[in-house]
């Protein structure tokens, strides 16, 4: 099996050089992850499916959906990847590298763990930070445009976010210097998650249901759809930072009456 990754690895290295890899490929791995796990809840809203395991009842209109994608796509070619070129002499400085031997899986797993604590944790107060009054009025009332997300909708920002909010995603990697691989599975797991929480949909196999301190949809879109100076549940992935800080309070409220309620409807 070693063998077999370390031969697709030698012609992927073989074809690409190290600037490409870390820039043009790591763009076409955000991108391919981003829309493939985006556009199902897109669709589903669109089409009606899954109705009953949407949170929120209202739905988005096909042209605002549409203004979203062709935004994401401006911002995508005109923000992100020119960052990605940008920022490669410094990911290099830290240790970036795309030679063989590939990582061990142990390796891999303990440096993505440590990124999503890491980005958690930087999130959690870049986000509280936005929504202040300054803040959020002229940089972070973009993303909430869509007070019903839906899975694009989790990288529709001002271009500003995208820089400020950006650093908790590069900041693990650029600490530890991570291998090409580990960094592309690292993007994609991240980019997986945040489209889950925006994606409004609730289902029976969410991760939520299994993962002990997760937040995912259900925690994230309460965060849309009350007004900013009350939303709380600002941590992009766990629960523990805004229950210690007690920035989930009325989120815990809520759901304690919706479940009162359906008590008294059973």
Request: hydrophobic share 45%; glycine share 6%; aromatic share 18%.
């Amino acid at each position: 099996m070693a063998s077999a990754l370390d031969s697709a690895w030698q012609v992927v290295t073989g074809n690409f050089s190290e600037f490409q890899l870390a820039t043009l490929v790591t763009f076409l791995v955000h991108e391919t992850a981003f829309f493939l796990s985006g556009i199902p809840s897109l669709l589903f809203e669109r089409f009606g499916l899954f109705a009953k395991y949407k949170i929120q009842k209202k739905s988005n209109t096909s042209a605002y959906q549409i203004r979203c994608v062709l935004r994401l796509i401006l911002y995508h070619v005109c923000v992100n990847l020119p960052i990605m070129i940008f920022s490669y002499p410094a990911f290099k400085f830290m240790g970036l590298r795309s030679t063989l031997p590939l990582p061990h899986w142990t390796v891999v797993v303990s440096q993505v763990v440590f990124y999503f604590v890491l980005e958690d944790f930087i999130f959690y107060w870049g986000h509280r930070a936005l929504h202040t009054k300054w803040l959020y009025k002229h940089v972070h009332s973009v993303h909430h445009e869509y007070a019903t997300p839906f899975g694009l909708a989790s990288e529709y920002a001002h271009p500003a976010e995208i820089l400020f909010l950006g650093f908790a995603t590069v900041a693990g990697p650029a600490i530890t210097g991570p291998h090409m691989l580990t960094l592309w599975i690292w993007i994609v797991l991240r980019v997986v998650e945040t489209v889950e929480a925006h994606s409004g949909y609730h289902f029976p196999w969410s991760p939520s249901n299994f993962l002990p301190l997760y937040g995912g949809s259900e925690f994230h879109d309460y965060h849309h759809r009350v007004l900013y100076t009350k939303s709380g549940n600002y941590a992009s992935t766990f629960v523990y930072m805004d229950w210690l800080f007690g920035t989930d309070k009325d989120y815990r409220k809520a759901k304690a009456l919706e479940e009162e309620q359906g008590k008294k409807k059973l």
